[in-house]
């Protein structure tokens, strides 16, 4: 039979844990509250709450990045890491590296963000329908493919169609090869068009306005394009 004291002793216990479950709901309902509005909040809540797979899901809708403040363990969860990368598909860098060889998420990712073919494992970077999905985003990227493919005419094609810089990626060989040459030339002319301008107008056009920028080397200069283009060494954006 319990006696008066033990039960006051029983029934502080109780007490103490009701307040503490009610003291990590309320930081619980706070920090779900600020997920939903910002992504980035999950920042700064707690391991518990960022191995959270509620609030972590909530984080990623509201912004694909969030992944990088989640926990290690919901970094390997394929529905979580697919909804980031859906969202943003540079949150590819901060997924599990067994996530980055899987072709179906890895697809998604640089399709929609082209520059997330940066984080892909080295397999996938050879494999050509994701190296299709990414160029066909954004034809720079291909810097990140593999040699294999960026000998291939066709991921060449779709490169330099979307980006003629992209030209500086490719191989030698396909470099001189007539189509590639005219999927360039159509390009620039379109880029031609858009300034109201020739080539030399395109060319003076980026010159003059500090231009677009490409490897931490602006096209154009005493050589023009041709030039530029084969002194052009570095990673798309100049990263």
């Keep these: 039979m319990a006696t008066p004291h033990g039960i006051k002793k029983q029934s502080a216990t109780s007490n103490t844990t009701l307040q503490h479950d009610s003291a990590k709901r309320r930081k619980r309902e706070l920090v ?4 939903t509005k910002y992504g980035s909040a999950l920042r700064s809540a707690s391991k518990e ?5 509620e609030l972590v899901t909530l984080a990623i809708s509201q912004s694909g990045l969030a992944l990088q403040f989640a926990s290690d363990e919901l970094k390997k969860v394929n529905d979580i890491v697919t909804m980031a990368v859906a969202n943003n598909g540079l949150a590819l860098r901060f997924a599990a590296e067994e996530l980055k060889n899987d072709k179906k998420l890895v697809t998604i990712a640089v399709t929609q963000d082209g520059n997330a073919l940066e984080y892909v494992s080295a397999v996938l970077k050879n494999d050509k329908d994701v190296v299709l999905a ?12 593999s040699d294999n493919l960026k000998n291939n005419k066709e991921v060449a094609m779709v490169a330099v169609a979307q980006d003629w810089e992209a030209l500086s990626f490719i191989s030698d060989e396909l470099k001189k090869d007539n189509e590639v040459v005219t999927a360039k030339k159509r390009k620039l002319n379109d880029a031609s068009a858009s300034a109201g ?6 060319t003076s056009e980026l010159s003059s306005s500090g231009g677009r920028t490409f490897g931490g080397v602006k096209p154009g200069g005493a ?10 060494g570095g990673p798309p954006g100049g990263g």
């Excluded at 709450?49 to 797979?53: A, G, P, S, Y």
């Excluded at 301008?197 to 395109?202: Q, R």
């Design 223 to 232: 050589g023009g394009f041709p030039a530029a283009l084969g002194a052009l």
């Design 134 to 145: 990414a160029v066909a985003q954004s034809g720079a990227v291909l810097w990140y493919a």
């Design 32 to 35: 779900l509250a600020q997920v």
């Design 197 to 202: 301008g020739g080539a030399s107008g395109v």
């Design 49 to 53: 709450f960022k191995n959270d797979k």
